[in-house]
């Protein structure tokens, strides 16, 4: 069964700060990865998507990378900004499921 | 484009009621999920469809929970009789094909008294 680990589960930065999130998950047999974030009380908004045969995926102020072999994720977000403030969930999917890590809070201080 | 929709967006009901969630995902979308979310928690799967067809409910509590889509468009998940351990919040998401991106709606958040 595939596990999905998000460490730290909160994270607290002042404004401007680069946040690093780190994603782990037990089985490398995946098919993509898929980056979230939640607001409070809301559902999910995907960030970024990262094909199993890619490295990195960027989206403005957001980088991916996936290292399979490893079995890890990082979620870059650069020059953070109070409205970053969110819980952030990372997914693999893998035959057809999608596993979930249970997030990491994010916290930006302005 | 309209994103997935759901409703109702917040239900109170007293345990051994029934109560009946709709979800209606992205035009196109073939998959339709249904996931189950506890506080603190990341989403579980219930119920995948393709198209019309359930193709896993493996993780459905049976004696429960039942889930359809008629025509292969909009779905609705039911529970009966609801209990107090099935507070949590209830996310449908669809997407193109399967392992394809997964788009979430914003859910329905269940509190049983």
């Known amino acids: 069964k595939q596990e999905v680990t998000q460490i730290p589960a909160a994270l607290s930065v002042p404004e401007g700060e680069n946040l690093v999130l780190n994603c782990s998950f037990t089985d490398s047999a995946i098919y993509n990865l898929q980056w979230f974030r939640q607001d409070p009380g809301k559902g999910l908004t995907s960030l970024l998507l990262i094909q199993s045969s890619q490295r990195e995926q960027t989206s403005g102020r957001l980088n991916a990378s996936l290292d399979k072999s490893s079995g890890r994720s990082t979620l870059y977000i650069a020059a953070s900004q109070p409205g970053d403030s969110a819980t952030y969930l990372c997914a693999v999917i893998d035959d057809y499921k999608l596993s979930f890590g249970a997030g990491t809070t994010v916290t930006v201080r302005a | 484009e309209a994103g997935v929709v759901q409703s109702p967006r917040y239900k109170i009901i007293e345990k051994k009621q029934p109560v009946a969630f709709w979800c209606n995902p992205i035009?196109?979308?073939?998959?339709l999920y249904w996931y189950l979310q506890n506080l603190g928690q990341g989403p579980e799967l219930l119920i995948r469809?393709?198209?019309?067809?359930?193709?896993?409910d493996s993780q459905l509590p049976k004696d429960r929970f039942s889930a359809e889509r008629l025509k292969g468009v909009d779905s609705t998940l039911k529970i009966q009789p609801a209990e107090l351990g099935d507070s949590a919040v209830y996310l449908c998401?669809?997407?193109?094909?399967?392992?394809?991106?997964?788009?979430f709606g914003p859910g329905t958040r269940l509190t049983v008294l």
């Open positions: 469809y393709e198209n019309e067809e359930a193709v896993d």
């Open positions: 998401a669809s997407s193109f094909f399967q392992q394809d991106e997964q788009f």
């Open positions: 035009s196109g979308h073939n998959t």
